[in-house]
């Protein structure tokens, strides 16, 4: 895709399928997943970046920012990366990565609709794609996969509890008595608690997450 960084690797842990090109191949190398490879966390984490700094850089008013995210393709790359993240979290064998790319998932369906897409450049996600990512995350619930992170970090949404509703609501049970039993009155964040660097490469889910001090202030 124009104007996202390139591949830096081969990510083992992504649970890559290695193959060996046939005696007939005019190539005899060893290839890899192209998907797995294409859609690492790290390689959506830059992308996410690069797409967050173009977006803040742009001057204008709300009107002038969204013709300028729209016709610069930035909304168009944003739902790319969305549905990225949906396909590494169905690819990959590695529970660490299934879950991230779940955090990272939930944030954006909820941030998207939050926060004006001019300020953030995530604007009108596909629905599909949302919805069978909280269809997941209802599976997760269900079977009691939540880390304690995830926990607090949808305590936190569920304080909009609309956003999740909207999809929830009679569909995903699960999720849906999760967001309702959340206490709207509690600061449900770790503040100034996480280790310093926790939420570095971790795409625009990252970037709010210090935004809001959850990481520990350094001391000289």
């Not at 890559?16 to 190398?29: E, G, I, M, P, T």
């Not at 690819?91 to 909820?110: M, P, V």
């Not at 926060?115 to 009108?124: I, L, R």
């Amino acid at each position: 895709m124009e104007g996202f960084a390139q591949p830096k690797g081969v990510i083992f842990g992504l649970g890559c399928v290695c193959k060996k090109l046939s005696a007939s191949s005019d190539d005899r190398v060893t290839i890899y997943d192209k998907t797995i490879m294409k859609h690492s966390l790290d390689n959506l984490s830059d992308n996410e970046w690069q797409l967050y700094k173009d977006t803040i850089s742009l001057s204008g008013t709300m009107e002038d920012l969204t013709q300028q995210l729209s016709e610069n393709g930035t909304y168009d790359k944003y739902r790319e990366i969305h549905q990225q993240y949906l396909e590494l979290l169905n690819t990959t064998a590695d529970d660490k990565i299934k879950t991230e790319s779940l955090k990272r998932l939930t944030f954006l369906n909820w941030y998207s609709i939050l926060e004006p897409s001019c300020f953030t450049g995530v604007d009108n996600l596909d629905d599909k794609t949302i919805f069978n990512s909280l269809s997941i995350l209802n599976d997760y619930i269900k079977d009691n996969k939540l880390d304690a992170e995830f926990i607090w970090m949808l305590s936190y949404y569920s304080c909009w509890d609309w956003i999740i509703l909207t999809f929830s609501e009679n569909k995903l049970d699960e999720l849906t008595k999760f967001v309702k039993s959340v206490d709207t009155s509690i600061l449900h964040i770790p503040k100034n608690q996480l280790s310093k660097g926790s939420m570095d490469n971790r795409g625009q889910m990252g970037i709010y997450w210090t935004s809001v001090s959850v990481e520990k202030v350094e001391t000289k």
